[in-house]
């Protein structure tokens, strides 16, 4: 009998013969560029040929510093790889030039020995990665508020009823400050009542989805806008009228996305000029992430974009801007955009913000309605 053959244990067993390295390379769905030692692009595989926007013959024409400026930390990471011969990460990078505008960006720069001065740099966007870790924070965030709106319902309305009552009773008093004071009882009734109206939303109640056009969606919203709030703005599209339906409930999409607006027009107004408003759809291949719970991957293609003009949003309160009672307005209770991220997250999509003065953004990811859904109703609304 045939002895069996002895397997190292931790050694690639490999079917056939071994793989082209240079389809390994062009398959690697992660933005990959190698670098020689004068920092010129040696070669390139197709996700970075659309990360940066040129093709690989263009770049092979081009040095790192014809893309992004000198000063840009990249190139110190370039330094330390050779210096040190070893593998640096960085994240929430921004690479801006006049050719080339990314913001959220993840790299990663390790040494070639085989190649003296040769470094291979790969390209990621971080900002989803961020905007999904913000996400789940919202989900906890949000469940708060719906515990703490539970218990508000139940120990504020009753005694609020009450209050309001004897408002309305002390309003038939022929005392005229009497009648003034019992106004501001109820007036100030009404309003925590509605506050706790508010806060209810944030309940844990699953949602009915179909198929929605986004685009009429957005029509709505800006004939709203136009003939109220926004009367006095521009408001103008930018849609790809190529997109599927979003997989979603129409009313609360238009919900969201008059609440976007509405803010907007109100940082447009807060710089008593002009301002311009912009609605932009997309569809963008590459943003996939895990469901709750380690569930499947789920793919948000579709992006809609609120783009402002205003005066931007100041840093300190960009970070935590869609966590519940976070607002920037005087008059404000913070639970607008926390409610906003809540009924996003109930789609199973993202949002996230990027905004520096004259131009803020709130770009919404969203799942695509499929005639295999589970229980998905016909038609579109």
Not at 250 to 265: F, P
């Amino acid at each position: 009998m045939s002895a069996r053959p002895a397997y190292a244990p931790n050694r690639l067993a490999l079917v056939g013969a071994p793989p082209d390295p240079a389809l390994l390379f062009a398959a690697i769905p992660v933005a990959c560029a190698l670098l020689d030692a004068n920092d010129r692009f040696s070669a390139v595989n197709p996700a970075a040929e659309q990360f940066f926007g040129l093709s690989q013959s263009q770049l092979r024409h081009l040095a790192l510093g014809d893309l992004v400026p000198a000063d840009n930390p990249v190139f110190l990471m370039l330094e330390q790889v050779r210096g040190h011969g070893v593998t640096i990460s960085e994240r929430d990078l921004t690479l801006q030039s006049p050719r080339l505008s990314r913001r959220g960006v993840a790299i990663q720069a390790a040494p070639l020995p085989e190649q003296p001065g040769a470094v291979m740099l790969t390209f990621s966007d971080w900002s989803a990665a961020r905007a999904l870790d913000r996400q789940l924070n919202f989900r906890h965030a949000a469940r708060s508020v719906a515990g703490m709106a539970a218990i508000l319902a139940h120990e504020v309305k009753n005694p609020l009823s009450g209050i309001r009552g004897a408002a309305q009773l002390l309003e038939n008093t022929p005392i005229d400050s009497d009648r003034e004071l019992a106004e501001l009882i109820r007036d100030e009734a009404d309003r925590i009542r509605s506050l706790v109206d508010r806060m209810e939303a944030f309940g844990e109640k699953p949602i009915e989805r179909d198929g929605v056009n986004i685009h009429r969606v957005l029509e709505h919203v800006r004939r709203l806008a136009l003939s109220g709030f926004a009367a006095h703005l521009r408001i103008t599209e930018a849609y790809d009228p190529s997109l599927p339906p979003v997989w979603g409930n129409r009313d609360l999409l238009v919900q969201v996305l008059l609440n976007l607006v509405k803010n907007a027009a109100e940082a447009i107004a807060s710089e008593q000029g002009d301002g311009e408003i912009t609605l932009i759809t997309a569809y963008q291949h590459g943003v996939r992430v895990t469901a709750p719970g380690g569930g499947p991957r789920i793919h948000l293609p579709l992006v809609v974009t609120v783009r402002d003009t205003g005066p931007g949003i100041p840093l300190d309160v960009e970070k935590n801007l869609f966590d519940p009672f976070v607002t920037t307005k005087s008059t404000g209770s913070g639970l607008g955009l926390a409610l906003v991220a809540k009924i996003i997250g109930d789609h199973g999509g993202l949002i996230e913000v990027d905004s520096r003065p004259g131009r803020t953004e709130f770009r919404i990811f969203l799942p695509i309605f499929d005639e295999d859904q589970e229980s998905p109703r016909s038609g579109l609304r």
